[in-house]
């Protein structure tokens, strides 16, 4: 049964005729018993009170598709109109939002070798301060913002100039740990929950876009918990997956590593690209909070992301970008049927110790399929430890074998260097 079926509220009403008496109030006419007769409603009533329950359903629908929480929203019934008299507005919230969030959001200055010190020349990026502790304030911000950094310059809402330090990066999420002086902080941002996350729901960009520090823009969550594929090298070959945010709101180049946060002011996102192409708008992208803070929390214990590492650098057998020729497919010697696996490249470290070599072709690992370099990163990282055992099975000159390596802490790229020197 609907709200509004005839059933509920008819409009039909008993055809007693009535009189207003001398006071103004509705009476039968006497004569007749009274006690069998009840009061109808008027068409009058009917009216006012539909028209009352339309309106308390069109603000309920509002403050759902806006965002606005209907129960700490105060309504008032004048006439036949229900009006919002609290936060009604939501471009009130937006403005309120952005407002707490502004004091902890920074533009980030990246005076690399090709800057020559010229600050017009330095890269540009934004960073969210989300902790302050021991007289020294922290920031988040991407990886890709302080690449190759020799100079770190950050640029708070106040227009103060202070230097930072790396505490740590992570190149495969794409997140970076800076630290500067905690001095004259006071503000750090609320970290909110991207798990609730819902499609439609308005969100804010705040960041140092093209250098303009304090921009704010605003949109929707477009999709929540989107996977889309990452060349980590920039070689064009897919060999990890992202999880993001995807946002309409207007991201550009210099908004890398700055906040998206909900109406409430709390950080849900940490911006991190956008896709231009002719004909494309509004396609933005987060990394969500929640595996943002994984990794922040490793950087800050340990300075980098513990990881298993099995030491191969692999190429994709069936590399659409750069695939292989038949010569080198024959060089291989591979059966007819294997179609799928990645070729090592190099060896080190527990792979090198557990046998395999150049031109290696690993299709298993545990018995599972592995097909690319991505499915195999991502078996290591969300199925091993550090000190696993794992099993490798593959081809080389043709033939299927085995072997089994212990999965280690990844070296630095130093550390790695240094073996490649030691080996010559």
């Known amino acids: 049964m609907g ?4 059933d509920f509220y008819s409009t039909k009403v008993p055809g007693r005729r009535v009189r207003l008496s001398e006071g ?9 018993p009274r006690k069998h007769h009840r009061r109808g409603l008027s068409t009058l009533q009917v009216s006012l009170i539909s028209s009352v329950l339309s309106a308390v359903v069109a603000v309920l629908l509002f403050s759902f598709i806006t965002g606005l929480p209907s129960s700490s929203t105060r309504h008032v019934a004048t006439g036949s109109a229900v009006l919002l008299s609290d936060g009604g507005d939501p471009y009130d919230r937006i403005t309120t939002a952005a407002a707490k969030v502004a004091p902890a959001v920074v533009s980030i200055l990246n005076h690399g070798e090709l800057s020559d010190g010229d600050p017009e020349q330095a890269a540009l990026g934004s960073g969210v301060i989300f902790k302050k502790e021991k007289g020294k304030a922290f920031i988040i911000t991407n990886t890709h913002v302080i690449s190759d950094a020799s100079d770190l310059e950050i640029v708070t809402s106040d227009g103060a ?3 930072a330090k790396v505490v740590g990066q992570d190149s495969i999420n794409d997140i970076a740990v800076l ?15 991207s798990q609730k996350l819902h499609a439609g729901e308005t969100v804010i960009a705040v960041g140092n876009p093209l250098g303009l520090g304090g921009t704010v823009t605003f949109g929707i969550v477009s999709y929540n918990g989107r996977m889309i594929p990452v060349s980590l090298n920039q070689d064009g070959v897919y060999d990890w997956e992202q999880e993001v945010i995807q946002t309409d709101a207007a991201i550009n180049e210099g908004n890398s590593g700055g906040a998206l946060v909900d109406l409430n002011g709390r950080l849900i996102g940490i911006n991190t690209m956008k896709i231009s192409d002719t004909g494309v708008e509004g396609l933005g992208f987060a990394i969500p909070v929640n595996e943002v803070m994984k990794t922040v929390d490793d950087l800050l214990l340990h300075g980098k992301v513990v990881r298993p590492y099995m030491g191969v650098y692999t190429l994709d057998l069936n ?14 010697k591979l059966p007819n049927h294997v179609k799928e696996g990645v070729i090592v490249l190099e060896a080190h470290g527990p792979a090198e110790d557990a ?6 072709v690993i299709t298993q690992l545990d018995k599972q399929p592995i097909q690319s370099t991505l499915e195999l990163r991502r078996y290591l990282y969300e199925n091993k430890k550090i000190g696993d055992d794992l099993e490798v099975t593959y081809y080389r000159e043709g033939k299927l074998e085995k072997t089994t390596l212990k999965l280690t802490d990844k070296p630095s790229e130093a550390e790695i260097q240094q073996g490649l020197d030691e080996d010559k």
Not at 355 to 360: S, T, V
């Open 319 to 332: 590399n659409r970008f750069s695939p292989i020729t038949d010569e080198q497919r024959a060089d291989l």
């Open 355 to 360: 046998g395999l070599k150049l031109n290696d």
């Open 179 to 193: 630290e500067i002086d905690g001095q004259g902080i006071d503000t750090v941002i609320e970290l909110g929950d």
């Open 161 to 163: 100039s202070r230097e």
């Open 3 to 6: 709200w509004f079926d005839d």
């Open 24 to 32: 103004g109030s509705l009476r039968r006419w006497r004569g007749g």
